[in-house]
């Protein structure tokens, strides 16, 4: 079996962060593991606390996983302090790592920088020239690129820019109401769009991180770049389509979607729709 390594945040309601990370790669046909950059406390409506780790930690996280089973991908999501970026960017180069996927997680949708900015100077000069693909959405492409992102050709003007400078392909993801539902590939001095369906689904907590991983776990199998992308995009439209929904906010997608079996059942009388007759009849 292949593997695969997520470097990222514990997200404490599952839906994204290591969670994600590992429910997709498993999904997806290889072995998960992890090192854990921080704990947050949070849920479907939001984050109310995060505790980092520290820079010697993540480093002996990283080093039991490489020294053991070293992974065939590494996917790295948020990543908040210069310290934290340092440790993984000296482990991933000492382990001389493949097929690594860069999340560069640095804007909220709302337009808010979740790390700071020596932090973002810190991750241009170290990580991401070491990644084979960054998966930017459109205003942390703002960020990478120094440009206004607003038409079609903004994207691809911007995803080149990306490419250019960090020398890796990039996929640069729609949404922020352009877009909304096809990816942009970069790479090698072309480009091509990944055209994908809306779903109207609001909970979408976690796509960046399933994508992301889905994409490690398909380079990981050893598809190529295009390849990877298609398949993994593939999977985030059925999960966002399995239309699940827990939580008061905007929540998680079912990860699970495909994994049927003996032991995916429910047990007899948990079906809702069973549940619902059998009060009606009074039973």
């Given at each position: 079996?292949?593997?695969?390594?997520?470097?990222?945040?514990?997200?404490?309601?599952?839906?994204?962060?290591?969670?994600?990370?590992?429910?997709?790669?498993?999904?997806?046909?290889?072995?998960?593991?992890?090192?854990?950059?921080?704990?947050?406390?949070?849920?479907?409506?939001?984050?109310?606390?995060?505790?980092?780790?520290?820079?010697?930690?993540?480093?002996?996280?990283?080093?039991?996983?490489?020294?053991?089973?070293?992974?065939?991908?590494?996917?790295?999501?948020?990543?908040?302090?210069?310290?934290?970026?340092?440790?993984?960017?000296?482990?991933?180069?000492?382990?001389?790592?493949?097929?690594?996927?860069?999340?560069?997680?640095?804007?909220?949708?709302?337009?808010?920088?979740?790390?700071?900015?020596?932090?973002?100077?810190?991750?241009?000069?170290?990580?991401?020239?070491?990644?084979?693909?960054?998966?930017?959405?459109?205003?942390?492409?703002?960020?990478?690129?120094?440009?206004?992102?607003?038409t079609e050709d903004d994207m691809?003007?911007?995803?080149?820019?990306?490419?250019?400078?960090?020398?890796?392909?990039?996929?640069?993801?729609?949404?922020?109401?352009?877009?909304?539902?096809?990816?942009?590939?970069?790479?090698?001095?072309?480009?091509?769009?990944?055209?994908?369906?809306?779903?109207?689904?609001?909970?979408?907590?976690?796509?960046?991180?399933?994508?992301?991983?889905?994409?490690?776990?398909?380079?990981?199998?050893?598809?190529?770049?295009?390849?990877?992308?298609?398949?993994?995009?593939?999977?985030?439209?059925?999960?966002?389509?399995?239309?699940?929904?827990l939580g008061k906010g905007s929540g998680?997608?079912?990860?699970?979607?495909?994994?049927?079996?003996?032991?995916?059942?429910?047990?007899?009388?948990?079906?809702?729709?069973?549940?619902?007759?059998?009060?009606?009849?009074?039973?």
């Open positions: 079996m292949r593997t695969a390594l997520t470097i990222a945040g514990s997200d404490s309601s599952g839906g994204a962060g290591i969670q994600a990370d590992i429910k997709t790669m498993t999904a997806n046909g290889v072995f998960a593991m992890s090192a854990v950059t921080a704990l947050t406390a949070q849920n479907t409506t939001g984050v109310t606390g995060i505790m980092e780790v520290s820079p010697e930690f993540l480093k002996e996280q990283i080093d039991c996983v490489f020294t053991d089973i070293r992974p065939d991908a590494v996917k790295i999501g948020m990543v908040s302090s210069s310290g934290l970026i340092c440790a993984i960017a000296d482990k991933l180069a000492g382990y001389q790592a493949k097929n690594i996927v860069v999340d560069p997680v640095m804007v909220a949708t709302s337009g808010s920088k979740l790390i700071s900015d020596d932090a973002i100077d810190t991750l241009k000069e170290r990580l991401l020239p070491m990644a084979d693909i960054l998966t930017p959405n459109i205003p942390e492409a703002e960020v990478l690129a120094e440009m206004s992102v607003k691809i003007k911007a995803a080149e820019k990306i490419s250019r400078t960090y020398r890796c392909a990039v996929l640069l993801k729609g949404g922020h109401q352009l877009n909304d539902a096809n990816d942009l590939l970069y790479r090698e001095g072309g480009y091509r769009w990944f055209y994908g369906r809306r779903i109207d689904n609001p909970n979408t907590h976690g796509t960046g991180c399933t994508l992301s991983s889905a994409i490690a776990s398909n380079l990981a199998k050893g598809f190529d770049m295009d390849t990877s992308v298609e398949r993994a995009k593939m999977y985030i439209s059925g999960a966002l389509a399995a239309m699940l929904d998680p997608m079912n990860h699970a979607f495909d994994i049927a079996g003996e032991y995916a059942k429910e047990a007899d009388g948990m079906n809702p729709d069973n549940a619902e007759t059998a009060e009606k009849e009074g039973c």
